[in-house]
Antibody, heavy 119, light 112 residues
Framework: EVQLVESGGGLVQPGGSLRLSCAAS????????MHWVRQAPGKGLVWVSR????????DYADSVKGRFTISRDNAKNTLYLQMNSLRAEDSAVYYC????????????WGQGTLVTVSS | DIVMTQSPDSLAVSLGERATINCKSS????????????LVWYQQKPGHPPKLLIY???TRESGVPDRFSGSGSGTDFTLTISSLQAEDVAVYYC?????????FGGGTKVEI
């Protein structure tokens, strides 16, 4: 069974940093593109970033470009999102999601980790 | 960016009745390489991640009840729940994966 388990969320002050992790099991992480998607409380879904299978290609939403870094450690079956210079508008539940075989959509999602940026 | 516009924002449907949700993209999401519409539908219940219902605009994901169907092509798409059940109360999102950034519709809340 495919499982994705996020961790690392919490309360952080504006301008601070957090690193989110997503532990994958039930499939070979190294064979999958992976994504981060976020959802502010009571709001819709917003794509954040993606990374290819070997980590050699990354893409970002304009709103996080230059502040967030996606990475992966296939040996540890773990995906990461390093978030720097955090703003109040980055407050959201962050989901990791596995790219489907048919394209950049998601069959498998984690349960999410909540990030709150507030002083 | 491809803007995805869903309508309505919310709708109330009686049990057993039909629910129809619309999604319009600001440009075509029909892929010329495989002639498929790169449009999916998700269902999200409170406190849970989204669940994939439909991919390629009209192909039902394994295990999804056949009362859910998707239609449309190019820029205009529809998700239909043919006979609403109590467990279908949720927010529904469309998403395009034709180009970056990947974008979602604003969501449609379906209530009884």
């Amino acid at each position: 069974e495919v499982q994705l388990v996020e961790s690392g969320g919490g309360l952080v002050q504006p301008g601070g940093s957090l690193r989110l992790s997503c532990a994958a099991s039930g499939f070979t992480l190294s064979s999958s593109w992976m994504h981060w998607v976020r959802q502010a409380p009571g709001k819709g879904l917003v794509w954040v970033s993606r990374i290819n299978s070997d980590g050699g290609r990354t893409d970002y939403a304009d709103s996080v470009k230059g502040r967030f870094t996606i990475s992966r450690d296939n040996a540890k079956n773990t995906l990461y999102l390093q978030m720097n210079s955090l703003r109040a508008e980055d407050s959201a539940v962050y989901y990791c999601a596995r790219n489907a075989s048919g394209g950049s959509y998601y069959v498998h999602w984690g349960q999410g980790t909540l990030v709150t940026v507030s002083s | 960016d491809i803007v995805m516009t869903q309508s309505p924002d919310s709708l109330a449907v009686s049990l057993g009745e039909r629910a129809t949700i619309n999604c319009k993209s600001s440009q075509s999401v029909l892929s010329s390489s495989n002639n498929k519409n790169l449009l999916v539908w998700y269902q999200q219940k409170p406190g849970h991640p989204p669940k994939l219902l439909i991919y390629w605009a009209s192909t039902r994901e394994s295990g999804v009840p056949d009362r859910f169907s998707g239609s449309g092509s190019g820029t205009d798409f529809t998700l239909t729940i043919s006979s609403l059940q109590a467990e279908d109360v949720a927010v529904y999102y469309c998403q395009q994966h034709y180009g970056l950034p990947l974008t979602f519709g604003g969501g449609t809340k379906v209530e009884i």
